[in-house]
C-alpha cells in the first residue's frame, strides 16, 4: 500500500477491482492474476525508470507467466508509478497457431480520471494514447513482415 493524495492504495485491491470490470475475461487468467507468492508460474519483479515528456516516471512491476501444455498466460502489472495512474495491468493469452503464436491481449489502467474529464486534458490524453497505439501497432507490424 502506498499513499496517493489523499487516497490510499493497496495494489491487490487495485488489481481486484479492475479485473472485476471484466468477470468472464479475469475468470480466463486466474492462474496469472493470483497475487499469492507461492501461486504456480514463474514471477519477476522489476523497477524502471522512463524518460516521459521532458520528465521521468518510475514504476515498480511484476510479471506473471503461467504456461500449459498448449497455451502461456501472461500478466504484466504496473503496482506503483510516479506517475499520473495509479496501477496498470497487461494480459496475454498465447496460443501456438499455424507455425507461429496467436497473442490475444487486454490492458486495464486505474487513474483518477476526474482530472481527465474533458476539455484540453481529456484532447491532448486521447492523442497521446493514439500516438503510442500507432507505434506499438507499427513495431508489430515491422516484425511480422520479417
Given at each position: 500500500s502506498y499513499k496517493a493524495g489523499d487516497t490510499t492504495i493497496a495494489a491487490q485491491e487495485e488489481l481486484r477491482s479492475l479485473l472485476g470490470m471484466t468477470?468472464?475475461?479475469a475468470a480466463r487468467f486466474t492462474g496469472a492474476a493470483n497475487t499469492d507468492p507461492k501461486a504456480p508460474g514463474d514471477?519477476?519483479?522489476?523497477?524502471?525508470?522512463?524518460?516521459?515528456?521532458?520528465?521521468?516516471?518510475?514504476?515498480?512491476g511484476t510479471i506473471t507467466a503461467?504456461?500449459?501444455?498448449?497455451?502461456?498466460?501472461?500478466?504484466?502489472?504496473?503496482?506503483y508509478t510516479s506517475d499520473?495512474?495509479?496501477?496498470?495491468?497487461d494480459l496475454y493469452y498465447l496460443w501456438a497457431w499455424e507455425g507461429g503464436t496467436l497473442v490475444w491481449q487486454i490492458d486495464y489502467i486505474s487513474a483518477p480520471f476526474q482530472a481527465y474529464r474533458g476539455g484540453l486534458?481529456?484532447?491532448?490524453?486521447g492523442r497521446q494514447l493514439l500516438?503510442?497505439?500507432?507505434?506499438?501497432?507499427?513495431?508489430?507490424?515491422r516484425r511480422v513482415e520479417r
Open positions: 468477470p468472464e475475461i514471477r519477476w519483479y522489476y523497477a524502471s525508470r522512463s524518460p516521459i515528456q521532458d520528465h521521468s516516471s518510475f514504476s515498480l503461467l504456461p500449459s501444455a498448449e497455451t502461456w498466460q501472461v500478466m504484466n502489472c504496473t503496482y499520473t495512474y495509479f496501477m496498470s495491468t486534458d481529456k484532447l491532448i490524453a500516438g503510442e497505439s500507432k507505434k506499438g501497432i507499427e513495431a508489430f507490424q
